[in-house]
């Protein structure tokens, strides 16, 4: 216990000793640097070489991305509406001119109104006798083998078409046949059975005209049927009359 309060006390005293020491240092040191200040001395910079081993350098890849193409937007093709157009008016036709101009005929029989008989089932009754003047462009005596007679022949009940006949002359028959001339005026009968064949049957009405035509290549004077012609002139004015059917 003694020991202890003694190095107690030697310690204290050291301690006291080296603070007093320290204090005075001081005093001095401030006195002398207000007094005059002496250069500062460089301070040695000791360099001590540190060698460092570089640690191998790993390079981490950064992730990589995909440069992905933006998506293009499909356009479908833009259809425009069918403009609506207009519809398209043919012109009217026009009329075309005869082929040969010859002119009309005058057709005198039969006459307008007139009223014939037939038989139901049997040829019998009456004929048809057709007459005309022919235009003044066909001289008296006319040769020309090609120039003829279209005679067109319709029967009809009420409106609707019931039969008819399309007969074709020449021009020279009727000058060699006396059947068919009579003057200067053309003639040409429709016969019994003929007549017959537009009925169907039934009373009818039937309606006739006469036009000037030209030949492509010839007449059948045998027949009277219908060739290729060409019109050389307008049809005459037509004939209407009333044929009765009779038992």
Not at 21 to 42: E, G
Not at 109 to 118: A, C, N, Q
Not at 211 to 217: D, E, F, G, H, Q
Request: hydrophobic residues 40%; contains cysteine.
């Amino acid at each position: 216990m003694r020991i202890a309060k003694i190095f107690g006390a030697r310690v204290k005293s050291q301690l006291i000793f080296v603070f007093a020491s320290v204090l005075a240092l001081a005093a001095c040191s401030s006195s002398a640097n207000d007094a005059a200040r002496q250069p500062t001395q460089t301070p040695w910079i000791i360099y001590v070489p540190v060698t460092v081993t570089p640690e191998p350098a790993i390079f981490t890849p950064l992730p990589t991305s995909e440069l992905k193409t933006a998506a293009t937007a499909t356009r479908l093709p833009t259809t425009r509406p069918a403009a609506t157009r207009a519809p398209v008016v043919a012109a009217p036709t026009a009329t075309s001119a005869p082929a040969c101009n010859l002119g009309t005929v005058d057709l005198t029989e039969p006459k307008d109104g007139t009223t014939l008989h037939t038989k139901r089932n049997q040829p019998g009754g009456d004929t048809i006798v057709f007459k005309w003047t022919p235009p003044a462009s066909i001289g008296l005596g006319s040769t020309d083998s090609k120039i003829g007679y279209l005679v067109d022949i319709e029967s009809r009940r009420q409106n609707t078409h019931v039969n008819g006949a399309r007969k074709m002359l020449s021009h020279n028959k009727s000058i060699e046949n006396a059947n068919v001339i009579y003057g200067n005026d053309k003639r040409f009968i429709l016969d019994k059975v003929a007549v017959k064949s537009l009925t169907g049957g039934d009373d009818v009405t039937v309606s006739m005209s006469v036009t000037v035509v030209k030949a492509i290549n010839s007449f059948n004077d045998q027949t009277f049927d219908e060739v290729p012609v060409v019109l050389c002139g307008a049809p005459s004015a037509r004939r209407v009359l009333q044929l009765i059917v009779e038992d």
